[in-house]
């Protein structure tokens, strides 16, 4: 039994980093097509603006890779980033209380809708996809009553420097080439991220849950207070993703935010990692977020009309899907 158990991890482990290749190599093929495309695609400040525009979904995507891992899904990142924003707005305009105040408000706002989908998924037991559609819901609408309906915008003297968070940029005078502060903090994160997942207890839960959870319980695992840690890591993601939004616009939009989770996901699903749980890296998620970026700026450059760019990338998603699905039948 042992060793079936074993080469099975073994397989599924390299058809991981299987799926890891075809992403990787997929991106390599679509900057290679749309460079040859037009010759606006690969200039630096194009390139930049790739990389900005994966910030925020990035993190995103970093967070949902902790919960599908797992075998659930939230859908309520998008406004709980909006919501997170929200409330850094309220907290550094309203409140008139200093920037640093406002993250550390913005970011436990995000963990907060974290903790509570959590709550409603392992302790009331409600299917992921109920308990995180209903804090959309909720988080959504709190948005828009706690904002009166209106943009929420940085313009007290003590938030000047607000959007230096996300455009601004260290390495200018480090290295002399501007790279905007919102892609160092993506790719920070995705190291942090990385580092949760391989080398720490709650990763290790974290792919016993989505591998098979019942036999996770059997072997003396809480497993309800693990699953609420994950759920609520990903609304800290939320929240960070949700200041860098703010901090990129220089405001906060209370009507943003829907659309943001499905496009999150399918970075995730992109990078090969399982819808039915167990299986997934943060470097797939990485490559699948870029890919959604690279997609989306080459057909932009393109003149694609952006109903034909969402038709696109909807193949796209259900082309990764079906890819999970054969690879886990060949699994």
């Known amino acids: 039994m042992k060793v079936a158990l074993t080469s099975k991890k073994q397989i599924q482990v390299k058809s991981g980093m299987l ?3 075809l992403a990787f190599a997929s991106l390599i093929a679509l900057v290679i097509v749309f460079t040859l495309s037009s010759e606006n695609f690969f200039r630096f400040d194009n390139i930049i603006g790739i990389l900005l525009s994966t910030a925020v979904i990035g993190v995103l995507a970093l967070g949902s890779t902790f919960v599908i891992i797992t075998g659930g899904i939230d859908l309520s990142v998008g ?3 909006t919501f997170s924003s929200v409330m850094t707005g309220v907290i550094i305009t309203f409140w008139n209380m200093q920037i640093p105040y406002g993250i550390a408000g913005g970011i436990l706002a995000g963990a907060l809708c974290g903790l509570l989908s959590g709550l409603a998924v392992a302790k009331m037991k409600i299917p992921p996809f109920i308990a995180t559609l209903a ?3 909720i988080t959504k609408g709190l948005s828009l009553v706690i904002s009166g309906t209106k943009p929420i915008y940085f313009d ?6 607000f959007t230096k968070l996300s455009l601004g940029s260290v390495t200018n005078w480090l ?3 501007e790279i905007p502060n919102a892609v160092l903090i993506f790719f920070g994160l995705a190291i942090v991220a990385g580092l949760i997942l391989t080398k720490t207890i709650i990763g290790r839960y974290n792919f ?3 591998s098979n959870e019942e036999a996770t319980r059997l072997s003396g695992v809480n497993v309800n207070a693990w699953k609420i840690a994950i759920y609520t890591i990903t609304g800290a993601f939320s929240g960070i993703a949700g200041i860098l939004m703010a901090s990129r616009l220089n405001s906060a939009q209370p009507a943003l935010g829907s659309g943001y989770e499905l496009e999150a996901i399918a970075a995730v699903v992109i990078g090969g990692t399982s819808l039915s749980g167990g299986q997934g890296t943060i470097l797939g998620t990485v490559i699948g977020a870029l890919i959604m970026s690279v ?3 080459g057909l932009r450059i393109l003149s694609v009309p952006q109903e034909w760019q ?3 990338i909807g193949l796209v998603v259900i082309g990764a899907v079906y890819s999970d699905i054969l690879r886990r039948r060949k699994a």
Do not use: F, R, S, W
């Open 19 to 21: 799926q890891q290749l």
């Open 79 to 81: 406004t709980v980033m």
């Open 135 to 137: 804090m959309m819901m």
């Open 156 to 161: 007290k003297p003590h938030a000047e420097g």
């Open 175 to 177: 290295i002399g080439v």
């Open 208 to 210: 016993a849950l989505g």
């Open 295 to 297: 997609l989306t700026n």
């Open 310 to 312: 969402t038709v696109i």
